[in-house]
């Protein structure tokens, strides 16, 4: 008998695919949330367009609500705006970001019915989708004007308003951000922005 490492315990199956049908689900409900908004997202519509039973789904939550409210709480949380530069070219940089993480998570509208929706459950898409991504422009922001990169008197919430808005606003009335928007906007916004010359 050898006193070599003990075996690997064996591959659980089972968790593998819970894990497999969890993640499946998750993407169903946020495609739905994309495409339809939160009010199409039910059981049937995610059963249907998952190809996960009904009773698969009601086993594992009592409603639409609480499926919501669980994959609100799987769902990643970044705030990709730490690291970028503050001047002019880190605010191109930034814009270019939110565009991608607007476009690869929810989308712009998605995240514009977020803000507006008052119900308790999205509350919590909010605050996980949402909320990060805000303070960490507000920190940006504020970061920017304390080195100077900014105006020291730039208001941020007026500026993340000005910038969200316009995200959902040209999603919703294009059909989609524009592939040049966040040029288009750094461009607009920079010489308001732009720190006021001694």
């Known amino acids: 008998?050898?006193?070599?490492?003990?075996?690997?315990?064996?591959?659980?199956?089972?968790?593998?695919?819970?894990?497999?049908?969890?993640a499946k689900i998750a993407a169903t409900v946020i495609e739905l949330l994309r495409r339809v908004g939160p009010d199409g997202?039910?059981?049937d519509a995610v059963s249907a367009a998952s190809g996960v039973a009904k009773t698969t789904l009601y086993r594992r939550y009592d409603d639409r609500y609480a499926?919501?409210?669980?994959?609100?709480?799987?769902l990643e949380v970044e705030t990709p705006f730490d690291v970028i530069a503050t001047g002019e070219p880190g605010l191109r940089d930034l814009l270019r970001r939110l565009q991608v993480d607007f476009e690869s998570r929810l989308g712009s509208q998605v995240v514009g019915r977020l803000l507006?929706?008052?119900?308790?459950?999205?509350?919590q898409w909010r605050e996980r989708l949402v909320?990060?991504?805000?303070?960490?422009?507000?920190a940006h922001l504020e970061r920017g004007a304390a080195r100077g990169d900014l105006r020291a008197d730039l208001d941020p919430?007026?500026?993340?308003?000005m910038i969200v808005g316009?995200?959902?606003?040209?999603?919703?009335?294009?059909?989609?951000l524009p592939a040049d928007w966040a040029d288009q906007l750094a461009a607009t916004l920079w010489p308001t922005l732009a720190p006021?010359?001694?």
């Open 131 to 138: 909320r990060p991504r805000v303070e960490s422009l507000r």
């Open 196 to 198: 006021t010359s001694a």
């Open 157 to 161: 919430q007026l500026v993340i308003e």
């Open 116 to 123: 507006a929706a008052d119900d308790e459950f999205m509350a």
């Open 67 to 74: 499926l919501l409210e669980a994959v609100a709480q799987q």
């Open 166 to 176: 316009s995200a959902v606003v040209a999603d919703a009335m294009r059909g989609g």
């Open 1 to 22: 008998m050898s006193l070599g490492t003990p075996p690997s315990p064996p591959v659980d199956r089972r968790a593998r695919r819970r894990q497999a049908t969890d």
């Open 41 to 43: 997202v039910t059981m």
